[in-house]
């Protein structure tokens, strides 16, 4: 018999959405629970989709209930939906239980969708529901904010190290550079050509090993 969310979580119901309209982290992943759960109550869980099934349904959980509740709701829920063996269960279970994971919006989509099968356009709702090309453009945009800010945080990493050498009376090279910031040579070449054409560094006289040299 397919579980009844609203029957069979009662004592969830604090996390829904307050008045105000704001989600706090055990809100948010009350949700994510509950629409696997609506997911594997639609849908057989598959042989090679048990492990991760198991996995998620119990990081949600502990975002939201104690270790060892979470662990006796997805023993339950093992049994019901399903399918694997105590031992299997414990040994899927072993690392989530010593660490809160923590994913981003696009991370647990990803995992949803690619582990579990699962549509995953409730994660980027608002008011209105959005369309598969909604939901895709959505994460693309994000994904390429992530990928910006990313980008822009390791060339400020490598402006400091190029910086810090010049105070020093050290002209920067790539290799120093890569050795003070705490990045490959090889990321430090892709922004070589932005690090010695900023107004901070472009006075100084910069040079790239001559292997680098075109």
């Known amino acids: 018999?397919?579980?009844?969310?609203?029957?069979?979580?009662?004592?969830?119901?604090?996390?829904?959405?307050?008045?105000?309209?704001?989600?706090?982290?055990?809100?948010?992943?009350?949700k994510i629970y509950t629409h696997i759960l609506q997911h594997i109550n639609a849908n057989p869980v598959k042989e090679g989709m048990r492990d991760s099934t198991a996995f998620i349904l119990f990081v949600a959980l502990r975002h939201i209930q104690d270790e060892e509740a979470a662990y006796q709701r997805v023993r339950q829920l093992n049994e019901r939906h399903i399918g694997l063996t105590d031992e299997e269960l414990n040994k899927y279970l072993k690392t989530a239980k010593t660490t809160l994971y923590?994913?981003?919006?696009?991370?647990?989509?990803?995992?949803?969708?690619?582990?579990?099968?699962?549509?995953?356009?409730?994660?980027?709702?608002?008011?209105?529901?959005?369309?598969?090309e909604e939901v895709k453009a959505a994460r693309q945009a994000a994904a390429e904010?992530?990928?910006?800010?990313?980008?822009?945080?390791?060339?400020s990493r490598i402006l400091?190290?190029?910086?810090?050498?010049?105070?020093?009376?050290v002209t920067?090279?790539?290799?120093?550079?890569?050795?003070?910031?705490?990045r490959s040579e090889r990321t430090v070449?892709?922004?070589?050509?932005?690090?010695?054409?900023?107004?901070?560094?472009?006075?100084?006289?910069?040079?790239?090993?001559?292997?680098?040299?075109?």
């Open 1 to 30: 018999m397919c579980e009844s969310i609203g029957a069979r979580h009662k004592d969830l119901n604090e996390y829904k959405r307050p008045n105000s309209g704001k989600h706090t982290i055990g809100q948010w992943w009350f």
């Open 102 to 132: 923590k994913y981003k919006k696009d991370s647990i989509a990803d995992y949803l969708e690619r582990q579990l099968g699962m549509d995953v356009s409730f994660l980027y709702q608002d008011k209105a529901k959005l369309n598969p």
């Open 145 to 155: 904010s992530t990928a910006k800010k990313k980008a822009e945080s390791t060339l």
């Open 160 to 169: 400091r190290a190029a910086r810090e050498l010049l105070t020093q009376n």
């Open 172 to 182: 920067p090279t790539q290799v120093s550079v890569a050795a003070i910031c705490g």
């Open 189 to 214: 070449r892709r922004y070589w050509t932005e690090v010695i054409g900023h107004p901070a560094i472009r006075s100084a006289s910069i040079y790239s090993p001559h292997r680098y040299v075109r």
